[in-house]
């Protein structure tokens, strides 16, 4: 069975990157920037959630819908690297288990969140490639990023879709569990990308 294991260098990177832009967030963070994500996160579907996981890096923010959209993008895809890595390492232990279902709907679980890890990797990408000086290209990368996000939340969602037919089981509360918190953090950067499009948009 592959596995879905996070490869230690992106990993790190992905750690890096958020904990430069933790400890960049602690020196410059301000009143006015945290109100800046907490209203930007209103529009979201799980405000919340959104501040919670948003507000540390204010600081490299910068009241910048940009800069929000890639850092909600870089959460979101940390969360699913993790949950994915997970679920490959319940496979494992799961084999011999007496819920047949269960089982089946694990292994649907790792496929899910392995397409939803990359396409969230590809719409990290795409922001950090963003050409603004056309705006056709420009266009064209935006539809790109909220295309791959929609299907990373599609592909999470699938996931506990496929436990419905599976009765009660510590397995299937833990996943369910598990999924919903990385689904909320990946339609709130969703929203935050729709957000900045709707923002620049000509």
């Given at each position: 069975m592959q596995s879905l294991t996070p490869s230690a260098p992106l990993l790190l990177l992905i750690l890096s990157f958020l904990l430069l832009l933790h400890s960049t967030a602690a020196a410059e963070e301000s009143n006015a920037t945290t109100e800046y994500i907490r209203s930007s996160c209103a529009s979201t579907l799980y405000p919340d959630v959104c501040y919670s996981s948003l507000s540390r890096y204010a600081g490299a923010v910068q009241n910048d819908?940009?800069?929000?959209?890639?850092?909600?993008?870089?959460?979101?895809?940390?969360?699913?690297?993790?949950?994915?890595?997970?679920?490959?390492?319940?496979?494992?232990?799961?084999?011999?288990?007496?819920?047949?279902?269960?089982?089946?709907?694990?292994?649907?679980?790792?496929?899910?969140?392995?397409?939803?890890?990359?396409?969230?990797r590809g719409s990290l990408e795409q922001m950090r490639g963003l050409d603004s000086s056309s705006q056709e290209s420009f266009r064209f990368q935006m539809s790109n990023v909220q295309t791959w996000m929609s299907a990373a939340l599609t592909d999470q969602e699938t996931c506990t879709d496929g436990f419905d037919e599976v009765g009660d089981c510590p397995l299937k509360s833990d996943v369910n569990e598990r999924s919903t918190h990385v689904k909320q953090v990946t339609s709130n950067a969703l929203a935050l990308v729709n957000s900045f499009v709707n923002q620049t948009a000509p």
């Amino acid at each position: 069975m592959q596995s879905l294991t996070p490869s230690a260098p992106l990993l790190l990177l992905i750690l890096s990157f958020l904990l430069l832009l933790h400890s960049t967030a602690a020196a410059e963070e301000s009143n006015a920037t945290t109100e800046y994500i907490r209203s930007s996160c209103a529009s979201t579907l799980y405000p919340d959630v959104c501040y919670s996981s948003l507000s540390r890096y204010a600081g490299a923010v910068q009241n910048d819908p940009n800069r929000l959209a890639r850092v909600a993008i870089s959460v979101s895809l940390l969360r699913a690297r993790v949950m994915a890595a997970y679920l490959s390492n319940m496979t494992e232990q799961a084999e011999n288990w007496p819920e047949p279902l269960a089982v089946a709907a694990l292994h649907d679980c790792v496929s899910n969140f392995d397409s939803a890890v990359d396409q969230i990797r590809g719409s990290l990408e795409q922001m950090r490639g963003l050409d603004s000086s056309s705006q056709e290209s420009f266009r064209f990368q935006m539809s790109n990023v909220q295309t791959w996000m929609s299907a990373a939340l599609t592909d999470q969602e699938t996931c506990t879709d496929g436990f419905d037919e599976v009765g009660d089981c510590p397995l299937k509360s833990d996943v369910n569990e598990r999924s919903t918190h990385v689904k909320q953090v990946t339609s709130n950067a969703l929203a935050l990308v729709n957000s900045f499009v709707n923002q620049t948009a000509p």
